[in-house]
């Protein structure tokens, strides 16, 4: 009986043996269904980026133009640096052209034609709502005339040569022939309607704090759209429209129908970018550590 006993044991435990295995095998042939998934999965991932790249182009971003564009930050910390200066500044009082809707006041009047062509347009359409008595009482300054108002104005009034926007050839001083600028109709069109040709009031009476600059409504400054009109939108200042960039890296916004995707990219060595073949766009720096790419569909 024992040696039954034996046997019947064994025998079972062989049956059992063979079970097990069956079921190893039959899990383990689910395994590859799982690894099909995935490389499909990775198939398709790679025909997507194939298919992105054929609609773009990489492009190298080079450390200057963290200091070149329409969107370079200047005040007490970020200095204005050779590279940012536009190039194509120019005498106004010898470009009529320029100047139609607005006198100038002084000497000497030096902007950047393209913003003085921005800005003509502005005064065209200013006109056509009955307002004629606009001046432009300072554009460019050079780092020496910056260094002789200095001296002269002080440390209250004026900023030290390199740390002023009008430096950059972004900045005009409007003024009225009429009144002071904070009373004048100019003053309140300015506010109202200088978003939509891409100009700010760089520094409103409610963000002393942020600027470090007493409120002057006469100072606006270029920075193209659609950034005007979302600085507007949002109440923002340069300093909090770069901050707003920054922390989303990605916004966009349509504005009289016409899509804009504005990204920004901190500066990295060897750094390239994704731009699109067919659609416009525009890269600025901010003159701190990164740039901004802004994209037109």
Known sequence: M???GFLLLLLLCLFLSFINKESFFESKADIPNVEVLKYDQHENDKAEDRRASENSRQTDITEEQIYQGNLLLVNNEHPVHEESIKSDVVNLTIHNELTQGYVLLGSTNYMSMD?????SEMMADAGKEGLHNFA???GFRS????KILYEQMGSDLA???GYSEHNLGLSLDVGSTQMKMEH?????WIEKNAWKYGFILRYPEDKTDITGIQYEPWHIRY???PHSAIMKEKGFVLEEYLDYLKEKKKVTTKIDGKKYTVSYYPFSE???INLPKNQEYEISGDNIDGVIVTIYD
Not at 143 to 146: A, I, Y
Not at 184 to 188: D, F, H, I, R
């Open 2 to 4: 024992k040696k039954w």
């Open 115 to 119: 913003i003085a062509q921005k800005f």
């Open 136 to 138: 432009i009482t300072s």
């Open 143 to 146: 780092f020496e005339e910056q």
């Open 159 to 161: 900023l030290p040569p």
């Open 184 to 188: 004048a109709p100019e003053g309140k």
């Open 223 to 225: 920075v193209g759209l």
């Open 270 to 272: 060897n750094m390239t």
